[in-house]
């Protein structure tokens, strides 16, 4: 899927790019990147307390189609997750709000547009992202329960959901760029559409789990 998505958009790059100059010759760059991901959750099994913020390095090449419009394939290397409510239920007691920790290491894969209107210096940037992710195990605090806060009977394990955090994850992204030389910044947000709960083995269909990301970046071209 992310294969036929990333050359879509290199062939609606090339249609946009050939009217503004047929003429010019496309110039592409290889560039290093370092920034930063804040990652949350959603479902419908627990609320998210707080997202993660973790560092990124990745690399990118980069196609200059004119001074207004290029395309980039980027790869990144980033950890996501997020602190999400939980509880434990104590016996004849009212039970306690904590928090349980999901978190799992990602290699992305993404595909982005970016159009520079004239004389204004901020890039409009639009792809798809296709990430692999692999989860760390957190085995720690298995009294701890999501889904129902009020009643044990009706509640899922929070460790039981670690496992929905190994597979694939897919989405839109969109964002804003910057470019002075040889270093380019970029803003973006990562929609994640896959349901990640899917990954999950013997357990209650219906459920849901997505990702999404706020991502800073900043990638130095070696031309």
């Excluded at 090449?61 to 602190?83: I, L, P, W, Y």
């Excluded at 434990?88 to 547009?113: L, M, Q, R």
């Excluded at 989860?135 to 929905?164: F, K, M, P, Q």
Aim: proline share 2%.
């Amino acid at each position: 899927m992310f294969a036929k998505t990333s050359i879509i958009i290199t062939l609606i790059a090339v249609a946009f790019a050939l009217p503004f100059n047929s003429q010019a010759q496309v110039r592409h760059r290889l560039g290093f990147t370092i920034g930063s991901n804040y990652s949350s959750l959603q479902s419908d099994l627990f609320t998210t307390s707080t997202g993660r913020l973790s560092a990124l390095v990745g690399c990118n090449f980069q196609f200059d189609f004119n001074d207004q419009f290029s395309v980039t394939q980027e790869v990144s290397f980033t950890r996501k997750g997020a602190s999400v409510r939980a509880v434990h239920f104590v016996p004849e007691d009212i039970s306690e709000e904590k928090t349980y920790d999901y978190f799992y290491n990602t290699f992305e894969a993404g595909a982005f547009a970016t159009f520079y209107p004239k004389g204004f210096p901020i890039g409009l940037q639009g792809g798809a992202f296709f990430g692999t992710n692999f989860h760390n195990l957190n085995r720690n605090s298995r009294d701890l329960y999501v889904g129902d806060y009020v009643s044990i009977n009706h509640a899922t394990r929070a460790a039981d959901l670690n496992e929905a955090f190994a597979g694939m994850d897919f989405g839109p992204a969109a964002g804003i760029s910057v470019t002075a030389g040889r270093f380019q910044a970029n803003a973006r947000y990562y929609f994640g559409i896959s349901n990640l709960y899917n990954n999950l083995d013997f357990v209650e269909e219906g459920h849901r789990i997505r990702s999404n990301s706020l991502r800073l970046t900043l990638t130095y071209f070696l031309r």
